[in-house]
C-alpha cells in the first residue's frame, strides 16, 4: 500500500522528535563485532557458529586519536548512556520501514 505524502511526513517528524529525545549524539561510528572466546568446549568452538555477539564497537577519533570502545559494555558511566542511545536509534531506524 502506497503511502501518502502526508503519511510518510507525519512519520518523518515522529523520528525527528524521538532524535530530538535523544540529547547528544557522539561522533564516531558503530561497529558491529562477532567474536569467538576460545573456549573449545563453548558453542561458539564449532565451525558454523559465527561467535558470540554482537557487541557493538563504537569507533571514534578524538584529538588525532583513534578510539574504540564498547558501546554497551557496562550500565554504568557515559558508555551506557551512549549504549542506550544506540539501541534507541536502532528502534528509531528499524520503525522507519
Ligand atoms: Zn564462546
Redesign the pocket.
Known amino acids: 500500500m502506497e503511502k501518502t505524502i502526508e503519511q510518510l511526513e507525519e512519520h518523518r517528524s515522529g523520528i525527528y522528535r524521538q532524535m530530538a529525545a535523544m540529547g547528544d549524539f557522539r561522533p564516531g561510528m558503530i561497529s558491529v563485532n562477532y567474536r ?2 576460545g ?1 573449545p568446549n ?3 568452538a564449532s565451525k558454523e557458529h559465527p561467535g ?1 555477539g554482537p557487541q557493538y564497537l563504537w569507533n571514534a577519533t578524538q584529538k588525532g586519536k583513534s578510539r574504540a570502545q564498547l558501546a554497551l559494555r557496562a550500565r554504568t558511566g557515559k558508555s551506557a548512556r551512549g549504549g542506550c542511545q544506540l539501541q534507541t536509534v536502532r528502534t528509531v531506524v528499524s520503525g522507519s520501514h
Open positions: 569467538k572466546c573456549k563453548c558453542v561458539c558470540h
